[in-house]
């Protein structure tokens, strides 16, 4: 696919050279480290279970997932579309796909740079003596960049779908949302299909089901595969629809 | 090298390309002219691939734009009007960027950014940021991007939009540089901009093409006859002159403006420049001379013809409203004058003051300084205030000396 690397490259760039991506691996970086030395008091010293709690078994990891990705992918497409350079990109020789490709890829290394920080903690521990388990901690660090990558999915669809990214991410947030708090809101309806239909696109229980435990089971790493080739391929139409408006 | 049959496009009800058709050959350079609305863009966006058209086919060279948008996209340098670039980034980066989207071979990059750069005389700026440079700065790197890639077609939509004039005409010889390598189209609502660079010019008009050719084909299409405007003393019987003036070989018709002041005014319709005889019959004659120019409609004139649909104003240029600076506009008679035009006359020379006086005669005043100026009898001549400004404006105030001053 050509130019889907010189887009991600300068996806990267452009974000790095800006202050968002840095204000946001900031405030993620401090709030995890702080929270991590808390999980560890609460958990009486248990580093395995910390890490777990680090990625994916808090409620502050899932808070990350729901607003970071959307503050990341929401000027990807829209604002280029405001000031024109999706003008330059859409009649550059590279496909509609290749640059929503780009762009998604630049913001899935971010958001897997980012949640790489939880190997710190595992150094930092491992140096003092406890050794980590590191196959539980490379799972649930993939399963953090691949729910990442589902929610960068979200992002990028609502934002080739606006010209303002406030509205891009608040829309993403919004589907977000529903996405994470699906399965909670089915265990209030005692109807099995219900359940049953929630079950499939239950983000939080196919993270921690395979990947927090350690496990890479093929249809956990399906269903994350689907469900962001669906949002991309979303996003893809939607960059696509702009020329006919 | 481009090749456009009907093309038609619409948004929704509005038909912003109607039925389209024009070739541009290899090398050639073409001005699309038109109003803002008239579709330029649309129909340059259609040629990018970056809009596809409702109807109708776009070859660019040898593809179709919409079947085969990723080799017509090889083959063209785009500079849209809102000059996209990404501002946060240098603009060498920028090229390195365009260079990666055009799969340029690593070895060669560093060479063709340079050459690049040397093309638009921005080797200097290569490290500053865009978003720094100055909007016509600004247009030389989207243009140094749009060339990085050796385009066979460069598509260049308003390129000297929103710069001051000497940016316009640093961007415009940089176009007139680039002739010789690329096919080029360009568009612009701005005639000189145009005259100057292209030798074929389409003029589009609210979707369609309105004119095709020349600069001077144009003119000489689309305005029929120039004409000779002449201002002499001509002496007691204009009839006479008149007359003389017709018998010239060449001339269609000549129609006489009347007098201004003692000089008469007449325009001559002739298809070639006949100054020389008009200037011999004077001369024979013993006119004295004004005026004696050729004047051809400009292709503003026909523009506006095309675009306001107004017809007489390009077969009439002479009698358009003369600006009130213009002591010749200023009819002039001796005995009397209808009072409205008089009134004009006053108002013209000295508004405010003026526009109660009464004015019932009007006399011719003969000081050849005072340029043809009114001045009403029953008001008695005022010498010059002290405090007007020097002798000077009578040459550019209208009727400064005879100014009839309550």
Redesign the interface.
Known sequence: M??W???T??EL??LF??PLAWALLFIAVLLQGWLFVLYLKTSGGDVDLALRWTLGESWVFWALLILVPPLLTMRMISE?SR?????????????DAAVVLGKFTAAVVFLGLLWSTAFLYGLAVSSLGIAPDWGALAGGWLGAVLCSALFSAIGLCASAMTSTPIVAAFGAIVLNLVFVTAPLLAGLSDQTWVRAAVARVDVIDHHKGSFLAGVLDTSYVAFFAAWTAFFVFVAVRAVEAR??? | MISVSHLTRTFGSLRALDDVSFEVAKGEVVGFLGPNGAGKTTAMRILTGYLPASSGTVRVAGFDVLRESLEVRRRIGYLPESVPLYREHRVVEMLEFQARLHAIPRRERASRIDEALEQVGLTDRRRDLVGNLSRGLRQRAGLAVALLPRPEVLILDEPTSGLDPMQRLEVRGLIQALRDRHTVLLSSHILPEIEAVCPRVVIVHKGRIAADGTPAELVAKLAGASHIRLEAVVGADPAVALRMLRSIRGVRDVVDHGRLGIHHQFDLACDEDLREDVGAIAASRGWALRELSWRRPTLEQIFARIATGASDEVEKPARAPAPAGDPASVPIALGGLPPASAATAHASSAPASTASAPATRVVYNLNPFDRGATRSLSVPKVVEDPNAPPPSTADTGPNAGGAPRP
């Open positions: 050509r130019g690397i010189a887009i490259r300068r760039a452009g050279v800006g280029e000031t024109g350079i999706l003008e330059f990109l859409l009649t550059a020789p590279v496909s020329r006919w408006r």
